[in-house]
């Protein structure tokens, strides 16, 4: 994240929180977010200046995508108990919360003032920001139940959840223009497709390790696991197992490095790997498929794609935790 950004996000913070100690926890959780080459704000910048904007006010609405994923993201981090490093996860969880709280009506709050403000000028509406985050929220709410027992389950929770996150940081681009309708649509189609390529490739990392944030050890049900699960029974029943509760935690990480070795050979690794592929490559042709500035539009596809849009080999970056 560029430090300009961040200055912003903090200007941001000082005047959506008013206690000195609040003020300076949200800060300090605006740090660490920029500590992991946080994208989401750039994604907002690139969009704009893509398709043609030119509003003074972007660098304000970047920063407030930016407070908005932090915002679900330590949402998330307290529903999963994981990334037990991060700021927010090292206080008491009850002060972490609050973040979340007044980070969410904070930047609602923003937009309306920045309406206020220059009320001949166009920017997002809050009420389509809320939207896409309650349908993040509804998406989070499956990924906890577990809701999930098919391919076609799991795609759409992704769709509800991982893929809000790029259709906010996007619509806080194109937000403060008026597109035509068919590209406001095109790049919808854009965050859907890519938001699951990004989190297939986090199944993938997260299958393999065994720590706090393996998929395996929380009984996750991704595209990667439902592959294990229907894998004929003899073959190896431990995951199913386990999965069934016929074997605790303890018991299976006894098996640990024989579930691993039969995870990289099961073929689970290249079937994602193939429908990750196939996701990515509707990406690139809905990318092409979009109008924009040449140059603009190359710099947005390096980011988005991990290559210019004319170049035709890619390998996706993770775009879920930028």
């Known amino acids: 994240m560029h430090n300009a950004l961040l200055e912003e996000m903090e200007r941001t913070i ?13 800060k300090r959780f605006a740090r660490d977010k920029a500590a992991e080459t946080s994208r989401w704000g750039e994604m907002t910048r690139l969009v704009h200046f893509m398709l043609g904007g030119s509003s003074p006010h972007i660098d304000r609405l970047a920063a407030l995508t930016e407070l908005l994923v932090l915002a679900l993201d330590i949402a998330d981090d307290l529903q999963d108990r ?3 490093e991060k700021s927010w996860m090292q206080c008491p969880p009850e002060l972490s919360l609050n973040a979340v709280m007044g980070l969410l009506m904070g930047a609602v709050g923003e937009l309306g003032r920045l309406q206020a403000e220059y009320p001949d000028e166009r920017f997002p509406l809050p009420g389509e920001i809320g939207q896409l985050v309650l349908n993040a929220v509804n998406g989070q709410y499956r990924d906890l139940t577990n809701d999930i027992a098919t391919e076609q389950d799991y795609i759409a929770v992704v ?3 991982s893929c809000m996150l790029l259709k906010l940081a996007y619509y806080m681009g194109y937000g403060a223009l008026k597109p035509d309708p068919a590209v406001a649509e095109r790049m919808d189609l854009l965050a859907g497709y890519l938001g699951v390529v990004a989190q297939l ?8 390790r065994y720590d706090v944030k393996n998929d395996l ?6 595209l990667t696991v439902l592959f294990l699960l229907g894998d004929d029974e003899d073959s ?8 069934a509760g016929e074997l605790d935690r303890e018991q299976f990480l006894a098996h640990k490095q024989e579930t691993i070795d039969y995870i990289r050979d099961s073929g689970c690794i290249e079937y994602t790997e193939v ?4 996701f990515l490559q509707k990406a690139k ?29 890619a390998e996706a970056v993770d775009n879920s935790r930028p």
């Open 201 to 208: 490739a986090n199944d993938l990392r997260d299958v393999l």
């Open 236 to 243: 190896y029943p431990i995951v199913r197992q386990y999965y």
């Open 275 to 278: 429908i990750q592929s196939l």
């Open 285 to 313: 042709e809905t990318l092409d498929e979009l109008p924009g500035d040449p140059e603009w539009k190359a710099k947005f596809s390096e980011l988005a794609l991990g290559k210019p849009a004319d170049e035709p080999e």
């Open 82 to 84: 994981d990334n037990v």
């Open 14 to 26: 000082d005047r959506i929180a008013t206690v000195g100690e609040f003020n300076e926890l949200l």
């Open 159 to 161: 769709q509800m959840k």
């Open 217 to 222: 050890l929380h009984k996750k049900r991704t």
